[in-house]
């Protein structure tokens, strides 16, 4: 009951703000038709820009995002904005000021009975009845039981009318969606590719760098043995161990290449319990929450490890936290939140590290969002599409 009044109440400013831009709509209206015939571009721009407007509010009201159409061109193009400027225009502010004046009226049936009597008696009260006796007023509260239980049902009702009628004008046609799809795969494809050549750049360093240069002193060692031991055997024994010992050095460079590439603890423990590793060995104290995990493709997998990783590293490094928290779950897209209650002000702009998250989830055609505002604290939130 609780979370229907409020959604009533949300619901009731949606449409008080709808009012407001129905009545704004209705004023420009004209002037936007005119001006579509005679200052094009400046008119297409500012339809754009107030119909943008409503998407995002429409989008906070639903919680669905509506895809923004590339800017208009031709006013063919803006066929959509227009049909919904003129719809909203003339329908935004009556539906607006329904959607208010039944819970109004609830408000103002309770409140009756305490001021009926300070009302001339020649022009009375009068919702829905003309009310001059205490008798009159005394039904007043199940007057307001009755116009409460109507906007239960009638302003929601009224909401889903506005916002789906917006939603239905301001969604770019299907062939628009489609182009603007091709062309975000196209980056996305871009950016697999660049992300595949750094991933092989930095192995091919790696490799070079540590193990191979380890290994060329092995063999270096080994040719000292081997003259050591036609000369002297005895002496060639601490040789011996020496290159025992570069031998190892090399084997485990290699085993942290081999790890970053992909973490064996994935194959063996899943992604939870990967990142439960992670958590055990991080700085600042975390709690894992998991709901409806499944298993996901390795390369997936191992993005999402990754992500965890530098953003718990970050948390330990920058944020000041006393408390993290690593909340991973799956539907049709991996999600992962990577929350810490520190005092934020994380920058992309300022390192590798959150850029990098962001080029390798691009790379999955996923998303990256972080919101740290100064003063925290820093939400870091990734999605990977699962496929299939
Ligand atoms: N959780 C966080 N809380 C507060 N600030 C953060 C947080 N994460 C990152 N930052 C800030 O954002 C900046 C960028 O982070 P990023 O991970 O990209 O780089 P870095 O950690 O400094 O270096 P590296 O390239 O080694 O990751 C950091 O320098 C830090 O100032
Ligand atoms: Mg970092």
Same mark, same amino acid.
């Given at each position: !009951?609780?979370?229907?009044?409020?959604?009533?109440?949300?619901?009731?400013?949606y449409?008080?703000?709808?009012a407001?831009?129905? *009545?704004?709509?209705?004023?420009?209206?004209?002037?936007?038709?005119?001006?579509?015939?005679?200052?094009?571009?400046?008119?297409?721009?500012?339809?754009?820009?107030?119909?943008?407007?409503?998407?995002?509010?429409v989008?906070?009201?639903?919680?669905?995002p509506?895809?923004?159409p590339?800017?208009?061109?031709?006013?063919?193009?803006?066929?959509?904005?227009?049909?919904?400027?003129?719809?909203?225009?003339?329908?935004?502010?009556?539906?607006?000021?329904?959607?208010?004046?039944?819970?109004?009226?609830?408000v103002?049936?309770?409140? /009756?009975p305490?001021?009926?009597?300070?009302?001339?008696?020649?022009?009375?009260?009068?919702?829905?009845?003309?009310?001059?006796?205490?008798?009159?007023?005394?039904? !007043?509260?199940?007057v307001? =039981?009755?116009?409460?239980? *109507?906007?239960l049902?009638?302003?929601?009702?009224?909401?889903?009318l506005?916002s789906?009628?917006?939603?239905?004008?301001?969604?770019p046609?299907?062939?628009?969606? @489609?182009? !603007?799809?091709?062309?975000? *795969?196209?980056?996305?494809?871009?950016?697999?590719?660049?992300?595949?050549?750094?991933?092989?750049?930095?192995?091919?360093?790696?490799?070079?760098?540590?193990?191979?240069?380890?290994?060329?002193?092995?063999?270096?060692?080994? #040719?000292?043995?081997?003259?050591?031991?036609?000369?002297?055997?005895?002496?060639?024994?601490?040789?011996?161990?020496?290159?025992?010992?570069? =031998?190892?050095?090399?084997?485990?460079?290699?085993r942290?290449?081999?790890r970053s590439?992909?973490?064996?603890?994935?194959?063996e423990?899943?992604?939870?319990?990967?990142?439960?590793? @992670?958590?055990?060995?991080?700085?600042?104290?975390?709690?894992?929450?998991?709901?409806?995990?499944?298993?996901?493709?390795?390369?997936v997998?191992?993005?999402?490890?990754? /992500? /965890?990783?530098?953003?718990?590293?970050?948390?330990?490094?920058?944020s000041?936290a006393?408390?993290?928290?690593v909340r991973?779950?799956?539907?049709?897209?991996?999600?992962?939140?990577?929350?810490?209650?520190g005092? #934020?002000?994380?920058d992309?702009?300022? #390192?590798?590290? @959150?850029?990098?998250?962001?080029?390798?989830?691009?790379?999955?055609?996923?998303? !990256?969002?972080?919101?740290s505002?100064?003063?925290?604290?820093?939400t870091?939130?990734?999605?990977?599409?699962?496929?299939?």
């Amino acid at each position: !009951m609780r979370e229907r009044v409020a959604a009533v109440w949300g619901t009731v400013r949606y449409l008080l703000v709808g009012a407001l831009t129905g *009545l704004v709509s209705l004023v420009l209206l004209p002037f936007m038709l005119v001006s579509l015939l005679v200052a094009r571009p400046t008119a297409l721009r500012l339809l754009h820009d107030w119909a943008g407007r409503e998407r995002v509010r429409v989008a906070a009201f639903t919680g669905a995002p509506i895809p923004e159409p590339a800017p208009p061109e031709r006013v063919w193009d803006a066929r959509n904005d227009v049909a919904w400027l003129v719809v909203h225009g003339l329908t935004g502010t009556v539906v607006g000021l329904l959607g208010f004046a039944l819970p109004a009226s609830a408000v103002n049936a309770v409140l /009756v009975p305490f001021y009926w009597w300070a009302v001339p008696e020649d022009d009375p009260v009068t919702s829905p009845y003309p009310v001059t006796s205490w008798l009159g007023a005394a039904f !007043m509260p199940l007057v307001a =039981v009755g116009y409460a239980l *109507l906007s239960l049902w009638f302003v929601p009702w009224l909401g889903r009318l506005q916002s789906r009628a917006a939603r239905a004008l301001l969604s770019p046609p299907a062939g628009a969606r @489609l182009a !603007m799809r091709v062309a975000e *795969l196209t980056a996305s494809r871009a950016a697999a590719l660049e992300a595949h050549g750094a991933e092989l750049r930095r192995i091919e360093r790696d490799l070079h760098d540590g193990t191979q240069n380890k290994l060329v002193a092995v063999a270096m060692h080994l #040719g000292i043995v081997e003259r050591a031991l036609r000369r002297d055997p005895a002496a060639a024994l601490p040789m011996v161990l020496t290159a025992q010992d570069a =031998v190892s050095d090399a084997l485990s460079g290699l085993r942290g290449v081999v790890r970053s590439i992909y973490p064996p603890v994935l194959s063996e423990r899943g992604l939870d319990g990967a990142v439960a590793g @992670l958590i055990a060995s991080s700085g600042v104290p975390c709690a894992l929450t998991v709901t409806d995990l499944r298993r996901a493709p390795a390369a997936v997998e191992s993005a999402a490890y990754f /992500v /965890v990783a530098e953003a718990l590293t970050n948390v330990a490094k920058h944020s000041g936290a006393t408390r993290c928290e690593v909340r991973l779950s799956a539907t049709d897209h991996l999600l992962l939140d990577v929350w810490d209650d520190g005092h #934020g002000g994380a920058d992309e702009e300022h #390192g590798t590290g @959150l850029a990098g998250i962001r080029r390798r989830v691009t790379a999955f055609d996923g998303t !990256m969002t972080l919101d740290s505002p100064v003063g925290g604290p820093t939400t870091l939130r990734v999605t990977l599409p699962l496929g299939g």
